[in-house]
């Protein structure tokens, strides 16, 4: 997890209210990249980025925006959170070149 | 679209013993293969990358193969022990650009 910080590590927040998840990478990578974790299904890719200002769709991005307006930080938000999107966030980034991808701690989001 | 299966979802064995885990996928078109591990309540760590002309990767106790052709990955554990007990997961990357495609993981328990 060196090098990446996701805040917050926990929330438990309630349908319909917006909520918004940050990675904050030390590591200068230009790729950055959001992923939700579930049981029966694996990592899904939500959204990436491949610079600043420079964001695209993942498999499952309905329900979902990113912004990332400077290399170091990548903003996931649910702009009305549902039940569905119960659960755990992972942030990743990776250098171009190098291929291996590195994880933050991820974040468990709650919705009830 | 690329699709990774993991197969078994679980797997126990005693220590000492050798094992292999399999990754299949769809596209064999790949650029690279990874094998992460993720204990629980973490994030995933990146065990062996191969690059798509490469046969294996070998890391201590560790060996992955690749057989692009019938679309295979195989991770090998020798001599397996308490701490090796973690989920594993196979991902794959179509070109240098592109997100990498995650499998579902198997969940390895082994018994002192």
């Known amino acids: 997890d060196a090098g990446i910080t996701q805040s917050p590590r926990h929330k438990v927040t309630e349908t319909g209210t917006p909520v918004t998840l940050r990675c904050h990478q030390t590591?200068?990578?230009?790729?950055m990249y959001w992923y939700r974790q579930d049981p029966g299904h694996g990592l899904r890719l939500i959204h990436y980025?491949?610079?600043?200002?420079?964001?695209d769709k993942g498999e499952v991005s309905d329900g979902y925006s990113v912004s990332r307006s400077k290399t170091e930080d990548f903003l996931l938000t649910l702009e009305s959170a549902t039940s569905s999107q119960t659960s755990v966030y992972f942030c990743?980034?990776?250098?171009?070149?190098?291929?291996?991808?590195?994880f933050g701690a991820g974040s468990r989001l709650t919705v009830l | 679209k690329q699709e990774v299966t993991q197969i078994p979802a679980a797997l126990s064995v005693p220590e000492g013993e050798n094992l292999v885990l399999n990754c299949s996928f769809t596209?064999?078109?790949?650029?690279?293969l990874q094998w992460f591990r993720q204990d629980p309540g973490k994030g995933l760590t990146s065990l062996l990358l191969?690059?798509?002309?490469?046969r294996e990767q070998t890391s201590g106790r560790l060996n992955a193969s690749l057989d692009k052709s019938s679309g295979r990955s195989t991770l090998y554990i020798a001599a397996s022990q308490p701490g090796d007990s973690a989920t594993y997961l196979c991902a794959v990357q179509n070109s240098g650009n592109t997100p990498l495609v995650f499998g579902k993981g198997t969940r390895l328990s082994v018994i002192a």
């Open positions: 990743a980034t990776r250098f171009p070149g190098a291929n291996v991808l590195t």
């Open positions: 596209d064999s078109a790949i650029y690279n």
């Open positions: 980025s491949y610079g600043v200002k420079d964001t």
């Open positions: 191969i690059q798509s002309s490469q």
């Open positions: 590591e200068n990578h230009r790729y």
